[in-house]
């Protein structure tokens, strides 16, 4: 059986104003499709820093590929898309995909680097520009572009569709589904459940630092006895135990 590609066991995070995260145990097999919900504040983002070493978590083991995430090469495989990005203000769009391929060390095949920037509507002007002059929507198209092209097998993207335009956030879709054929693990927050429905095998609720729902969408409907997962994630945030389907 494969190793997880990620997984976490009692989890806690500390801060001085309280605990952000209690005891979390969390596992994405290999080629799963997870997605991280929760309201803002609940710890999403600082799951996923902790998990890339961007912060000490206060106790708890996670391991990326069978290597303990503090080690370099446990972050080898994979591609991160931090929340509100924003590229260097002093590269163009070309130099920053240039860049980024360097630090992934891929040569991405011209051809499919084309299909990419055509996907997410990433054109020629935009990539002469410097990022500082990109507007939100178009600078979060750039580092979804360099993510993709990465070549990594593990991807982990904080609100991924943040500042999107309706056509992109559909042609991303289906080219993540795309990517999955292809063995692609793919762990994401969001906040739109939409996302969660078309894209994950599984979905994880994050509620005030704890762990309160994992399972497929449709298995969260019937446990919190919802016609749609919008009323199974109002259900399950009502409640205060952990709960697994």
């Known amino acids: 059986m494969a ?7 009692r989890l806690t995070k500390h801060r001085a104003q309280g605990v952000v995260l209690s005891e979390l145990e969390l596992s994405v097999t290999q080629g799963e499709y997870l997605g991280l919900v929760g309201v803002n504040g609940a710890g999403k983002s600082t799951l ?3 998990l890339l070493d961007l912060d000490t978590a206060t106790s708890g083991a996670i391991n990326i590929f069978d290597k303990k995430h503090t080690r370099a090469e446990a972050r080898e495989h994979l591609a991160y ?3 509100n990005f924003r590229p260097p203000a002093y590269l163009t769009g070309r130099e920053y995909l240039r860049y980024m391929s360097r630090l992934y ?13 055509e996907i997410l509507g990433l054109d020629t002007p935009d990539l002469e ?36 335009d309706p056509g992109a956030r559909i042609n991303l879709k289906h080219h993540l589904l795309q990517l999955k054929q292809h063995g692609c693990t793919c762990f994401f927050t969001t906040h739109l459940l939409a996302d969660v429905e078309n894209l994950c095998d599984n979905i994880a609720i994050l509620h005030q630092g704890e762990i309160r729902y994992t399972g497929s969408p449709a298995a969260c409907c019937r446990y919190f006895k919802a016609m749609d997962l919008e009323q199974a ?13």
């Open 48 to 50: 996923i820093r902790c």
């Open 129 to 164: 520009k410097l990022t500082v002059h990109l507007s939100k929507g178009t600078a979060q198209k750039l580092g979804l572009a360099a993510c993709l092209l990465s070549g990594k097998k593990l991807l982990i993207m904080d609100e991924p569709m943040n500042g999107l």
């Open 81 to 83: 898309l931090p929340e």
């Open 3 to 9: 190793v997880p590609a990620i997984q976490i066991q």
């Open 105 to 117: 060390g891929n040569d991405s095949d011209p051809d499919r680097a084309k299909s990419t920037l």
């Open 233 to 245: 994630w109002l259900n399950c945030v009502g409640g205060s135990e952990q709960k697994t389907g």
